[in-house]
């Protein structure tokens, strides 16, 4: 059974930063993408970040703007999301999600496994 468990978000003020944690767990050894999305109040869902089962990273440049770095972290069977300089439209859930095509998560914004969300909270 696959299990992705986000952790980190919090209330921050405008340029702080946030490290959000997601714990995965029951991935088979196939080759899963580990990625980011976020929904904001109001907007529909979209494309943060990911990384692959070797360790490829790609990102939704209009949205990280140089500013986020996801990695992983083999021995904890964790994927971080490090998101420096936060302002206000990063206000959203953030959810962590798995699936074995890359596209499904970049271009149709889908998951086959998704954790329950962190709210992330930027105050200017």
């Known amino acids: 059974q696959v299990r992705l468990v986000e952790s980190g978000g919090g209330s921050v003020q405008a340029g702080a930063s946030l490290r959000l944690s997601c714990a995965a767990s029951?991935?088979?050894?196939?080759?899963?993408?580990v990625g980011w999305f976020r929904q904001a109040p109001g907007k529909g869902r979209e494309f943060v970040a990911s990384i692959s089962s070797d360790d490829g990273t790609a990102y939704n440049l209009e949205v990280v703007k140089g500013r986020f770095t996801i990695a992983r972290d083999n021995a904890k069977n964790t994927v971080l999301l490090h998101m420096n300089s936060l302002n206000s439209e990063d206000t959203a859930v953030y959810y962590c999600?798995?699936?074995?095509?890359?596209?499904?998560?970049?271009?149709?914004?889908?998951?086959?496994?998704w954790g329950q969300g962190t709210q992330v909270t930027v105050s200017s």
């Open positions: 999600a798995a699936d074995v095509s890359y596209n499904n998560m970049r271009t149709l914004q889908r998951a086959e496994y």
């Open positions: 029951g991935l088979s050894s196939m080759g899963y993408y």
